[in-house]
């Protein structure tokens, strides 16, 4: 069975850093492209970014609202992939999902889905 | 960026109705389009992925259609477990973005 469980959320304090973690199992992890989405509380999806299996070069990409302050990053021998958060805003309020794609060449769509841990940012 | 505009942002519908369902994409995405759908509470649910094919354990009375800038989520007769919120996502251009969601409530 497939699983993916999120984890390190909680308070924090704007400016500070946070960094989940998004540990999986029942599946190769290093075969697959892994995301991370947000939805803040009462609104919609949004994406944070993904990173690529190494068999595709491993790339990263960002969201804007994100680049510069947020890294992704996986460890394939743990089956884990992470998202350091640093200069965390008060709009970084959200629970966040990680997520894995459905197809190994692909980054998205994504059919296992963590339940999400909730990060709140505030003085 | 590619925005995803989904209508209408609230649907009412009687259990055994049909629903259907809009998102419109700010300029072409090809046939790049999931569907999700969300519970209260809950992780997303991945429905239909390039446009019209159906995620594994999708039932039949789901299903997608368009291209380019226009697409539909259809559920021929609704039953009391669809009644949720439904986000289009598209998958063509970095950043993916997803619409703002339709909620589907009971009528």
């Known amino acids: 069975e497939v699983q993916l469980v999120e984890s390190g959320g909680g308070l924090v304090q704007p400016g500070r850093s946070l960094r989940l973690s998004c540990t999986t199992s029942?599946?190769?992890?290093?075969?697959?492209?892994m995301i991370w989405v947000r939805q803040a509380p009462g609104k919609g999806l949004n994406w944070v970014g993904f990173i690529r299996s190494k068999a595709f070069g491993g790339t990263i990409e960002y969201a804007p609202s994100v680049k510069g302050r947020f890294t992704i990053s996986r460890d394939d021998s743990k089956s884990t992939a992470y998202l350091q958060m640093n200069s965390l805003k008060t709009e970084d309020t959200a629970v966040y999902y990680c997520?894995?794609?459905?197809?190994?060449?692909?980054?998205?769509?994504?059919?296992?889905w963590g339940q999400g841990t909730l990060v709140t940012v505030s003085s | 960026e590619i925005v995803m505009t989904q209508s209408p942002a609230t649907l009412s519908v009687s259990p055994g109705e049909r629903a259907t369902l809009s998102c419109r994409a700010s300029q072409s995405v090809s046939i790049n389009l999931a569907w999700y759908q969300q519970n209260p509470g809950r992780a997303p649910r991945l429905l239909i992925y390039?446009?019209?094919t159906r995620a594994t354990g999708v039932p039949a009375r789901f299903s997608g259609s368009g291209s380019g800038t226009g697409f539909t989520l259809t559920i021929s007769s609704l039953q009391s477990e669809d009644f949720a919120v439904y986000y289009c996502q598209q998958y063509n251009n970095w950043p993916y973005t997803f619409g703002q969601g339709t909620k589907l409530e009971i009528k």
């Open positions: 029942g599946f190769t992890f290093g075969d697959y492209a």
């Open positions: 997520a894995r794609s459905i197809l190994t060449e692909w980054v998205t769509p994504n059919d296992y």
């Open positions: 390039t446009t019209s």
